[in-house]
């Protein structure tokens, strides 16, 4: 199994950053996208921004100027740089990586238990 954990998350005021960090750990998978999923109050979870082996991202419109993906190169760690914060980003930011068996096309995805990010005054 692949296992994901996040960290970075905290209080910050409105306007402020954050950096989110994901650590990917395993063995038999490659990791083929990683991206962050956010779940804000009274709403489904929800896409914040995704990044493919190919270098492919994805953004939600909500975020697109703000936050910023990133990989290392070995795509076992993916960080989520978020600026100019708003209070309606405050919610727990997810991990996510989409991963295939190294022998076979067996596909699975792995969830990290996520980082509260807290936008108050």
């Known amino acids: 199994q692949v296992q994901l954990v996040e960290s970075g998350g905290g209080l910050v005021h409105p306007g402020g950053s954050l950096r989110l960090s994901c650590a990917a750990s395993?063995?038999?998978?490659?990791?083929?996208?990683m991206g962050w999923y956010r779940q804000p109050p009274g709403s489904q979870r929800e896409l914040v921004a995704s990044m493919s082996t190919e270098g492919t991202t994805n953004y939600a419109d909500s975020v697109k100027g703000r936050l910023t993906i990133s990989k290392s190169d070995a795509m076992n760690m993916v960080f989520l740089q978020m600026n100019s914060l708003r209070r309606k980003d405050t919610t727990v930011y997810f991990c996510?990586?989409?991963?295939?068996?190294?022998?076979?096309?067996?596909?699975?995805?792995?969830w990290g238990q996520g980082t509260k990010v807290t936008i108050s005054s």
């Open positions: 395993g063995s038999l998978w490659t990791i083929s996208a």
């Open positions: 996510h990586a989409a991963c295939r068996r190294n022998s076979g096309s067996v596909e699975s995805d792995f």
